[in-house]
């Protein structure tokens, strides 16, 4: 079973605060990803890295910014969180040998 | 490029009936298909997946599908339903080798209800 985790799992915070979304896995995979849900919709990726110090947009626009420093840990930040921003953001890994992608529980983000 | 399509944004069974949900995808490339599903305030978990070897493919929990070309389809079954599998469902879609960042793309999911 994937090791993948992400903190806070719920998160409220008010308009203009910078926040910081973490994930991290144990498993050295190599790719990691960021999606967006919203209620009862697809998701949508809005940031991968093939690796440490490697990070490329998504398909779908985000003012959010991630980086790759480390194998295990690829955190996404809003520098100033806006009610737009709530959502659920899901995070996940996948092995350089394999396609599937492993998922972590996500954090659902309140912005108010 | 690629898309998924999923037929039914809910489906709801009785418990131990059949379940299918369809999904019909479009890729230029062979693909390779996944199907997740996701409990509430969960994240997703892989249920099974095709990589171009055996066409049915059996996963975890009873379901399997059956990946056929000529139909560009990808379907998931259960023979019998139970109160447990009541989740959303995302049939995805990659090009695999094809791509090297390995990018999935989703399905705008299903929901299964099972009725007592």
């Known amino acids: 079973e994937a090791d993948i985790y992400q903190t806070p799992r719920y998160l409220v915070i008010g308009t203009g605060k910078k926040i910081t979304l973490e994930c991290s896995q144990t498993m050295g995979h190599d790719k990691m990803y960021w999606y967006q849900q919203d209620p009862g919709m697809e998701l949508h990726l809005i940031h991968y890295s093939y690796g440490v110090n490697s990070t490329e947009k998504g398909d779908l626009s985000s003012e959010s910014t991630v980086s790759r420093i480390r194998t295990e840990h690829f955190p996404l930040t809003l520098e100033s969180a806006r009610p737009s921003h709530t959502s659920q953001y899901l995070c996940?890994?996948?092995?350089?040998?394999?396609?599937?992608?492993?998922f972590g529980p996500g954090t659902r983000l309140t912005v108010t | 490029a690629q898309s998924v399509t999923q037929l039914g944004s809910h489906v709801s069974v009785s418990e131990g009936a059949l379940v299918l949900l369809r999904c019909n995808y479009s890729?230029?490339?062979?693909?390779?298909l996944f199907w997740y599903v996701q409990y509430p305030n969960q994240g997703l978990q892989l249920l099974l997946k095709y990589t171009s070897a055996a066409t049915l493919v059996k996963g975890i929990n009873g379901f399997e599908a059956e990946f056929k070309k000529s139909e560009t389809s990808f379907h998931l079954t259960k023979p019998s339903a139970h109160m447990s599998d009541a989740a959303e469902y995302f049939c995805a879609v990659s090009p695999g080798r094809f791509s090297s960042a390995s990018k999935i793309i989703f399905g705008s999911g299903t929901r299964l209800s099972i009725r007592p």
């Open positions: 996940a890994s996948s092995p350089g040998n394999s396609y599937e992608q492993y």
């Open positions: 890729s230029s490339v062979p693909p390779y």
